[in-house]
């Protein structure tokens, strides 16, 4: 370190700390939404690897992350108004404190959640070829989430340009450290064969040189590294909620560096506070002026009305040929699509082998990974805010539980949390369902944990619709984040056109097309029902007629959320009777949804509702028990009857 | 491919949506010439023959027997014997043939490419009669059918210019919301394929409705029935009851008490078109008319002594009975009529159609404005009639429009009988052979007793008696008469006459001159001015 790079990192981080007291007074004066969360005393990490970083290296960061966000992008007025939940905020007032977007910045209040998310940053950058890294600050606190060592363990076993900066304060919120932390901090990382740092910010000089170092084995030696920074936070955690002894904060005080610093260049430490103070209250006068954050635009309409055209399929093959059809040829015209999961390499090919070929195709771009459903999909979701097209395979969709704080708090937030910044088309696809004997843990439709969380996409595939179709769609035109559930009674069977006399296959219009199984006459009763539970339906509307001289349309949507009543509420209006079968319990579920969007938009035209799903029971193994307690031909049959 | 010529099934009427096969009028293979008959269909009206379009070999898709659905390949004509191998029958055929297509396509100019649903209403209806035909142009706001709906009828007008394509077949219900069919630009674009479904292409039966389709020894197409076919429709078409919520519980208690007619003793055969089609319109028309019939007995003395003196008039009585009844339907407006829902829908034309059974099923052709026609014609017509019948070549205009029917079986050796309505009709008159052992023979007229009492009916039975009566005496003594002078009566000069007509049979003075009778100047009881005929004196 020469003497010459310390004026500008001081200069930098003395901004930060009049940018966060002056957020505390605003705080006080009821000006800021929220909370904030300062990190004074804590501004030289950023202050310092901003040095070494350039605008194309990736930095996430945490609740804590004002200084990084200065650090890296000089935004101070946007900081300010977005903190003050105005529109000229870095993320148009939606993201405030934590939740901030600039470049190649992030940040998130979700503890350890973008460790994995760093990681499918680095590895966009490796498959683009690039000499860029990605960073993450985490705290130590943070070190209790599994997401970090899977993460970790991928970063290395991976060789991404990764680098994770723990900065140990030795309080996580209030908890001091000894009470939750075992062990060894950096024994963590090179456990996984992560080359480790050590730091602290009471020595400058000795800071500079390690994060030097550091970033430069990362992005030259492109492998990962971890760097444990000691340092002190000297205000709160939050607000007011500092229950650390007076004397030990005064402790901290005597070797902060900013601190020493006024001490000893009283005059350039005033002038260079001066010169933040005058900016930072020009930046909050501006940010008082402007407008607050704006609602946004809901542009979609769910209520289209569906037009109706025969069902055609040529299509021979199985379904998990075709989607592996599909895949092949998609990955080889879109060199963003990259293939994550367990399993998925070959020769083995996946749990279902519908990436069987695709790794020995495309050995980069297809992605074999640990146990680790939650990080492979974070790492998705890096990938995704890294400009590619991750697809995720969860093995069996009941592993699904681990994906959730990816999608919920991560990918379904990015596109509105980061004002519109950021486009995150991503697709988690997972087999669901029972009938093959696997028990309560692998046998589950729990697609009803995964709907309506706004702004992502749930679809079920059918035996009707040609998946190639909707992952062509899905490649062509997604935004966001789409879960695909793929029910795994129907990767060995062949596409079907063909019904049963009295009865037409209809193909809706719509993007991820809606089937209607037509009665040629005026329905009793429509049944509407999704993915494997179409079979069923089919086989109960052909008894139903025969037997009990019941006529049934079936309507067997693709898309499950957002729900489009239209495709229900012509059928419904004829036939006054709404049976809802899903695989999956019924309470608080798809058909619930459905029967109330159905009442909206159709007020009056049900007579008759009924839900039938899943016993409320764990599945069985055994089969025939198996087979009893989920929906069947005869439970519908009989659920049907009741309504008439 | 382009060297054969295809012959498709025809569309002969709008109730057709399919035809039977019934005989191959030539050898599988054989050399054919364009203009030859080649095959016979059946429809539910009319048997008609198919010719070859070109000179050629013959290769049958079809044989005896067949019902396939209008438009389908029946035969191909190939230019030469070997290519016939060479010709695959997976071919589709055309909807209508393309000369075809292309006449109605020019007839009509600027037509929306788009096809408009017209006649959905929100409450179930009946449709009822059709007027213009499937496939047939349409004009804007003309009228395209008459349907019934809750207790009245009303008309349904197009919506727009164009082609119509029906949906539905007249005199079947038509639940809420559904289309009754669709107007398209083109003749050939059928609606189904775009939007509406395709309604006739299929038939399935439940297992219920199909028990008791077994029990009556019915099938769903004899019924009129298509598509999904539930035992409730069966019911409905079986007993009809006004009240649709009580009646699916009585019919269902109903049908489990129907006896069985199962029995490993026998085995079903097939009825053939145009009796299926006919067992339709009987049902419907009987299943709610209150029917009752009177009877009048006719002396034979005058026919058997008529037509010993002129052998022209043996077997011509039929028609005589036609005109008479013709003329004197003017006076009973209630015979010409249907009841609907509590009111009468009259109808505005004579049309007397005349059962004839000789040998190939039944047929009615109809004598159009029977009223307005002279003995001479309507024995021309019936003659030509049963030339038609005979040669298969009645035609669905022969058939259709008949406002009042007579069955004459006194050909049969039958003495008495129970005519049947037709559907759209209240009354039939029906004509028995001579009592044995006696010197009269019965006219019997079975009403719908919502439209006509007893009393009128008996009335109108009387006079045509009378009529008859009268008539045979005037073929008597036709050429006596024709003369003679009736010298009880004052007789009004010729010019006068000529501007006068009978007030009670309206034959005009120079008819009634020709036929050597007078018209007479009389007063009613009324006190009013009236002109009676001599013929129709004898009874008023």
């Known amino acids: ?644 | 491919m382009d060297d054969f010529v295809k012959i498709l099934a025809p569309t002969n009427n709008v109730n057709d949506t399919s035809v039977v096969i019934f005989q191959l009028l030539a050898e599988d293979g054989a050399e054919v010439k364009k203009g030859q008959a080649v095959l016979a269909v059946e429809t539910s009206k009319a048997t008609a023959d198919i010719e070859s379009p070109a000179d050629g070999y013959i290769k049958f898709m079809v044989g005896i027997g067949d019902e396939v659905p209008n438009g389908s390949l029946l035969a191909v004509v190939a230019p030469k014997e070997d290519l016939l191998e060479s010709f695959h029958p997976e071919t589709k055929p055309d909807k209508a043939p393309a000369a075809d297509r292309k006449r109605q396509a020019a007839a009509i100019q600027q037509l929306s490419e788009d096809v408009t649903s017209f006649g959905i209403f929100d409450q179930p209806v009946t449709l009822g009669e059709i007027y213009v035909k499937n496939g047939e142009s349409t004009e804007r706001d003309t009228i395209l059918c008459r349907i019934r709906k809750g207790n009245h009828t009303e008309t349904v007008p197009a919506p727009e210019a164009g082609y119509v394509h029906w949906e539905m077949e007249p005199y079947m219900p038509v639940k809420a919301g559904q289309a009754l069919g669709s107007i398209s630009g083109s003749p050939s674009v059928c609606a189904g394929e775009k939007t509406i479904p395709v309604r006739y292409g299929s038939l399935r039966v439940s297992r219920e409705a199909q028990r008791i389709l077994d029990d009556r020894k019915l099938t769903a197409a004899a019924l009129g029935l298509t598509g999904l076919v539930t035992a409730e429709m069966v019911r409905e078409r079986l007993e009809p009851a006004r009240d649709s919520g009580k009646e699916i519980l009585v019919s269902k208690k109903a049908a489990a008490s129907l006896p069985a007619f199962h029995s490993s003793d026998g085995r079903y055969e097939s009825i053939s078109k145009a009796k299926r089609s006919e067992a339709v319109f009987l049902s419907e028309a009987n299943r709610d008319a209150v029917v009752s019939q009177v009877s009048v007995l006719v002396p034979t003395q005058g026919i058997f002594t008529a037509c010993a003196k002129d052998p022209e008039l043996a077997g011509r009585f039929s028609s005589v009975i036609i005109f008479e009844t013709g003329r004197l339907l003017r006076n009973y407006r209630n015979m010409l009529s249907f009841y609907e829902d509590g009111r009468l829908f009259v109808y505005g034309h004579i049309n007397i159609g005349y059962a004839l059974s000789i040998g190939d099923g039944l047929k009615v052709p109809v004598f159009r404005d029977a009223d307005r026609k002279d003995l001479e014609s309507i024995m021309a017509e019936k003659e030509r009639f049963i030339e038609k019948y005979l040669s298969h070549a009645l035609t669905p205009e022969d058939l259709g429009g008949g406002t009042f029917t007579i069955t004459d079986l006194s050909s049969t050796g039958c003495y008495m009988f129970s005519p049947v309505l037709n559907l759209g009709q209240s009354a039939i008159l029906g004509v028995g052979g001579e009592n044995p052992g006696k010197t009269d023979y019965p006219l019997v007229l079975a009403f719908d007793h919502r439209v006509t009492d007893g009393a009128t009916a008996t009335e109108f039975l009387c006079r045509l008696k009378e009529r008859l009566i009268a008539h045979e005496n005037v073929l008597l003594g036709r050429q006596e008469k024709k003369e003679e002078k009736s010298a009880s009566h004052s007789i009004i000069e010729k010019a006068e006459r000529e501007k006068l007509v009978c007030d009670s049979c309206f034959r005009t003075a120079e008819e009634l001159e020709e036929w050597g009778l007078n018209l007479v100047k009389t007063v009613d009881r009324y006190g009013e001015e009236k002109h009676i005929c001599s013929l129709c004196l004898a009874g008023y």
């Open chain 1, 1 to 644: 370190m020469r003497e010459k790079d310390i004026q500008p990192i001081i200069q930098k981080a003395v901004l930060i700390r009049t940018v966060e007291q002056k957020l505390l007074e605003l705080f006080s004066e009821g000006k800021l939404f929220g909370t904030v969360h300062t990190c004074i005393g804590e501004e030289l990490t950023g202050a310092v690897l901003a040095e070494f970083l350039t605008p194309k290296d990736y930095v996430f960061s945490n609740h804590r992350c004002h200084g990084h966000f200065i650090s890296m992008t000089d935004q101070v007025e946007a900081l300010i108004a977005e903190i003050m939940g105005k529109e000229t905020g870095v993320c148009g007032g939606w993201g405030g404190s934590q939740h901030l977007c600039h470049g190649r910045f992030f940040s998130n209040g979700i503890q350890g959640g973008f460790v994995p998310i760093t990681a499918g940053l680095a590895l966009s950058e490796e498959l683009k070829g690039t000499r860029n890294i990605a960073a993450c600050f985490i705290g130590e606190g943070t070190l209790g989430e599994g997401a970090v060592y899977e993460s970790a363990n991928l970063m290395s076993k991976w060789n991404l340009p990764a680098l994770v900066i723990i900065e140990n304060n030795r309080f996580s919120q209030s908890t001091p450290q000894e009470k939750t932390i075992a062990g060894d901090i950096p024994a963590r990382f090179s456990a996984f064969g992560i080359r480790t740092f050590e730091t602290d910010t009471w020595n400058l000089e000795g800071l500079y040189d390690t994060l030097e170092e550091a970033v430069r084995y990362v992005r030259t030696g492109r492998r990962p590294a971890a760097v444990r920074i000691q340092t002190d936070r000297l205000m709160a955690h939050s607000k007011g909620d500092d229950d650390r002894p007076k004397e030990l904060i005064e402790s901290y005080y005597k070797r902060d560096i900013l601190t020493m610093f006024s001490r000893e260049e009283p005059e350039k430490y005033a002038s260079y506070a001066a010169e933040a103070k005058a900016r930072v209250d020009a930046a909050v006068e501006a940010a008082e002026a402007a407008a607050m954050a704006k609602a946004p635009e809901f542009l979609e309409v769910h209520s289209r009305p569906v037009s109706w055209r025969p069902l055609q399929i040529t299509e021979k093959k199985r379904v998990n040929e075709i989607i592996r059809e599909c895949f092949t040829d998609s990955m080889e015209k879109d060199s963003r699509i990259v293939m994550i999961g367990e399993d998925i390499l070959d020769p083995y090919g996946g749990a279902f082998k519908v990436t069987k070929g695709l790794s020995t195709a495309y050995p980069d771009r297809v992605k074999g990974t640990s146990i680790s459903e939650y990080a492979l999909t974070g790492i998705g979701n890096g990938l995704s805010l890294g400009g590619l097209f991750p697809v995720c395979e969860i093995m069996f969709g009941d592993f699904m539980t681990l994906t959730m704080d990816q999608i919920l708090n991560h990918a379904a937030k990015f596109p509105f949390m980061y004002n519109h910044q950021v486009k995150n088309p991503i697709i988690i696809r997972t087999p669901m369902g029972g009938g093959r004997g696997y028990g309560p843990t692998h046998s589950q439709s729990i697609e009803k944990h995964f709907l309506g969380i706004p702004q992502t996409l749930v679809l079920a595939l059918n035996r009707r619709v040609n998946p190639a179709e909707v992952y062509r769609a899905l490649f062509a035109s997604l935004d966001r984040p789409a879960m695909v559930f793929e029910n795994k009674t129907l990767y060995a069977k062949r596409l079907k056109s063909e019904t049963g006399e009295g009865f037409t296959a209809e193909i809706s219009d719509e993007i991820y097309p809606t089937v209607r199984i037509r009665p040629d006459g005026e329905p009793d009763i429509t049944i509407l029902c999704y993915g494997g539970m179409l079979d069923v339906a089919e086989d109960a509307q052909e008894k139903l007629f025969d037997e009990y001289d019941i006529i049934a349309e079936v309507i067997c949507p693709t898309l499950l959320y957002p729900f489009h009543v239209e495709t229900v509420t012509d059928s419904v209006r004829r036939s006054g009777r709404l049976l809802i079968v899903e695989e999956g319990n019924s309470f608080a579920a798809w058909g619930s949804e459905a029967v109330t969007e159905v009442m909206e938009a159709a007020p009056g035209a049900l007579k008759a509702v009924r839900r039938l799903g899943m016993f409320e029971c764990p599945i069985p193994c055994c089969g025939p028990l198996e087979k009893q307690l989920l929906p069947n031909v005869g439970s519908l049959i009989e659920a049907a009857r009741r309504m008439i």
